[in-house]
């Protein structure tokens, strides 16, 4: 077993727009609830906070910061954050820190456009004394709350992926002993040419370089990511990084990280939920949030598209749609109905479909 040797370092589940929302990182936290593994939420700009006072409005919260997994489990949640200010940096991580998060990183490593042009994500890998400015204003105003600052960025940009480019750009954020652990994604990011998809995944993948870096910067914490997608890989890059992050294999696949928990750390079968007891789980936790917070329908669903697998989960999605625009129609509008009797309902109808299907199938 492989828990011994690498159970005290950690796996996390990668910042991934359109994803990783607060319903999403729920269902994870119920597919593996034994602290193993990280969660980050999507970026947020900095700005929401310094400009657009989001702490103060907890529908909005609740739609962008995992605000619900912090009681028990404020040191496995992260959130990122973008930003191209130091003071705007300064108070998204002083709101954060007071909603009880303990980790945030600032992102230096999204090329998309949009981002480029707000003058954050992987672009401050050109500028790097402004990236620095940035993490010593995040430092300064976590120490008055008890958050720690990571990096995450690429490992080049655009021609230039020598190992001088990368530690200029690290040497700038460590800055004269700042305690700030990295997050290395071993691609390049291209600036242009390639959307954020592509910058995923055609650049090539170079973990020798983190292996470098690991190497160079003894001191601090360094997390590989990049096309780890099995357990064995995760193994693989544990034996040289202090962490191991995954996000497409989760994405697709949420029941990766049960997986995890068995293999690497060492979960045994019978303390790894069942898909009933997490759905059951999830639809209590729906209900809550849209008693309280006025969570949609659509927005609590989407997570429980990537539940099932084969031709289950594609009769789940049929029937969700289906269940959901029947309680919209249901006088009043969708929020008089419950989370949980949609989802019901839809699996309801998946498996009568599911079995209409099979007995379909052993008749031809």
Known sequence: MLARVIAPLRTSVAPMVDVTDPCFLRLLRLISPHGNHELWSEMVHARTFSHGKMHLDAQKLAQHIPTHELPGFAHGTVVQIGASSPADAAVAVAELGRLGVRHVNLNCGCPSRNVQMGSFGAVLMTQPQAAGDIVQAMVDAASDCSVHVSVKCRIGIDADESPEFLRRFIDSVLGPGRPVSLVLHARRAWLSGLSPEQNRIVPQLNHARGR?????????????????????????????????????????????LALLDRQVYGVPDALVPTPERVLQEYMAYGDQVQRDLGVRHTVLARPLYALFQGRKARAMRRSLASSIARAKAAGGGAARVAFSEVVADAVRQAEADHAEGSLHSAAC
């Open 212 to 256: 470098e870096m690991a190497a160079a910067y003894p001191q601090t914490r360094i997390t590989a990511n990049g096309g780890i997608g099995t357990a064995a890989a995760v193994h693989e890059h544990l034996l040289w990084a202090h962490g191991a992050m995954v996000g497409r294999k989760v994405r697709e696949d949420p029941w990766f």
